[in-house]
């Protein structure tokens, strides 16, 4: 593991302390937003602490047993959305249990990493390729949409609804009833210095200087305390089950295990997907090549370690690995000083985080849900193909109005099928028949011509090209069925098909049984290993179509037949 690089120390070092200063107020904002859904004094102070814990124990253990060498890992997005989600649901179902809260996120972060490490055992990280476009489009743009929404009532001074219909619903009541202009301002103010601070320098972080600056003029403001962070317990954190004030008795731990192992499950899928996104673009940045699989491992452990002390789950952070690399980062080195920075805030500087407005951390947020939006997947859905375009808007909608984990069971479905179809109306289009008498109206293979006359009266050429496959063998079985009255031999020439599963080799026996039910003799030229090895395991060959019915070539084939004349 290339943990350090001794001609790079300087560069990991300024890269993850840039890291950790932008992952400040991402964590912060996050965390709060995990909690945002219950109603209770401590939710704000406890979610700044469980973004926290988050960001510095993910961040450190991800990059000490991980497999991308510049990765950044914290709280995200899409993985805030789901513990939200899981801390709303406990809230409702516990009656206001936050003792059966913090239980259920712990379990949760810890059944995300327990996934992720068998993840990477079994050697999963490869697959994650295959997930479509539209579907990735249609699911980031939804958490992007449910993340702006949230964080619409903060901005407002309001405490957000739990459900996104809520949330739209309720605005117009809830600004009719009055707005608080102070964190309305302040959270405006973040956004047009988020915005706008890049474009004098991007040396320092704008989130980081929106933070500070904000925070500093709600000092001089009178701002409800109700509405700010509020004081964030310091000293290193505790396991769940050692915290103090943790109500243990009488609480539905069967219950509450299974809220948590589904919403674990889909923390470990997700984060895994944004995780190995994420090392793709340090990979094409930094032209290394990462460990998917040791990835998956070190994320798993990460949070894993992570849920154990009531962190939120996280997963590799696209943008602050970028800000890593562009300040020098390129080894593990870097994300462990990143956790390192974050680790001596959580534990000396809660009493300063404690005048934050949640306005503010509205206003990143925003910005950040605003980041995740693939405005480009939209901007293009009249030119790309009708399919794509139904999935993604599918996606979009299932996540923002639905479920996340719907949303991308769903689009898998969907997206699957739709490109089933394709692929087997490709394959289909390919299948061709030709009575070798009609020379003149279609032009034989170079092979063909080897035929004579009297042959080509009685013989007909199935040519096949492409796959059988359960998708393709309608038009299969059409064209194994157009051999017209008078024919005696047929000839299926193989030579173009590489695959062929169970639906293919079964509906080749029905064809060939069919047309030996009409006295026809069946040959079959050139099969390729995979479609020969399907055809044997199936008894296809030889008990309904002999050995010495198959050839090597179309030329032995035809020999074969002239000496049966």
Known sequence: MNFINTNN????????????????????????????????????????????????????????????????????????VITASLISATWATSQGSFSAIIISMALAGIFCGLFQIVFGLIRIGKYVRYIPYPVLSGFMSGIGVIIILQQIYPLLGLKSPVLVVDMILQIPAQVSK??????????LGTILIVVFFPRFTKKIPSTLVALIVMTVVSLFCSIDAALTIGEIPAGMPKPFFAKEGLELSGLNWMEIMKMAIIPGLTLAGLGSIDTLLTSVVA??????????????????????????????GGAGATMRTVVNVKAGGRTQLSGVVHSLLLLAVLLGLGSVVKYVPLSVLAGILIMVGWGIVDFRGFRDLSHIPRSDAFVLILVFLTTVFVDLLTAVGIGMVVACVLFMKRAGDLAESQYSSISLADFDKEKPWEDEVTLTD???????????EGPIFFGSITGFQKVMHDVPEGVSTVIIRMRLVTFMDMSGAYAMETAIKDLQARNIKVYMT?????????????????????????????EACVEYLKSQE
């Open 526 to 554: 050139i099969i390729q290993p995979q479609p020969s090895l399907i055809m044997h395991k199936t008894h296809l060959i030889p008990s309904v179509l002999p050995e010495e019915s198959t050839f090597e070539t179309f």
């Open 283 to 312: 990979d094409n940045i930094t032209k290394t090549k990462h460990d998917s699989n040791q990835e998956l491992i070190g994320q798993g452990i990460g949070n894993a370690i992570s849920g154990l002390f009531c962190g939120i």
């Open 178 to 187: 009055g707005v608080s202009v102070v964190p309305l301002l302040l959270g």
């Open 9 to 80: 120390i300087k560069g990991d070092v300024f890269g993850g302390i840039t890291a950790g200063i932008v992952a400040l107020p991402l964590a912060l904002a996050f965390g709060i937003q995990a909690f945002g859904g219950i109603d209770h004094p401590a939710a704000s102070s406890m979610g700044a602490l469980a973004g926290l814990v988050g960001a510095t124990f993910l961040g450190f253990f991800a990059a000490l047993f991980g497999g991308t060498h510049s990765q950044i890992s914290g709280p995200t997005g899409p993985m805030t």
């Open 454 to 464: 009297e042959m080509r009266k009685t013989v007909y050429v199935q040519r096949l």
